[in-house]
C-alpha cells in the first residue's frame, strides 16, 4: 500500500508565500509522475502542476509564473513553491503520483487527503 502525506497548508494574506511539500512512502517500486491539483469549494478538482520523472514540468495557466513545482533527488517527495498567491488560489490542495508496486506493474494512480490553502487579508 502506498501512502501519500501532505503539508505545508495554511492561511496567507495577498501577496504572499506557501509551500507545500507530500512525501509517498509504502510498496514503491517506481513513481513516474508526481503532481498537485485543487479543489475550491463548489467547483471540480482541477490540475495545478505535474512534474515528470524525467524532470519535464506541466503548469496550469492561473498558476504559471508564481508556482513553480520540484522534486527530491530520490523522488519520492514532491514541493509546490506557490508565490504572489491570490484569493482564487484558495482551495484544497490534492497530492498525486503514478505508482509501480513493482517491476513490470501498472502504474496507478494514489491521491493525499489534501491540505487547505487559504489566501485571505
Known amino acids: 500500500q502506498v501512502q501519500l502525506v501532505e503539508s505545508g497548508g495554511g492561511l496567507v494574506q495577498p501577496g504572499g508565500s506557501l509551500r507545500l511539500s507530500c512525501t509517498a512512502s509504502?510498496?514503491?517500486?517506481?513513481?513516474?509522475?508526481m503532481g498537485w491539483y485543487r479543489q475550491a469549494p463548489g467547483k471540480e478538482r482541477e490540475l495545478v502542476a505535474t512534474v515528470l520523472r524525467d524532470g519535464n514540468t506541466n503548469y496550469a495557466a492561473s498558476v504559471k509564473g508564481r508556482f513553480t513545482i520540484s522534486r527530491d533527488n530520490a523522488k519520492t517527495t514532491v514541493f509546490l513553491e506557490m508565490n504572489s498567491l491570490k484569493p482564487p488560489d484558495t482551495a484544497v490542495y490534492y497530492c498525486?503520483?503514478?505508482?509501480?508496486?513493482?517491476?513490470?506493474?501498472?502504474?496507478?494512480?494514489?491521491w493525499g487527503q489534501g491540505t487547505q490553502v487559504t489566501v485571505s487579508s
Open positions: 498525486t503520483c503514478g505508482v509501480a508496486v513493482m517491476p513490470g506493474a501498472r502504474y496507478l494512480p494514489v
Open positions: 509504502g510498496s514503491i517500486f517506481s513513481i513516474n509522475y
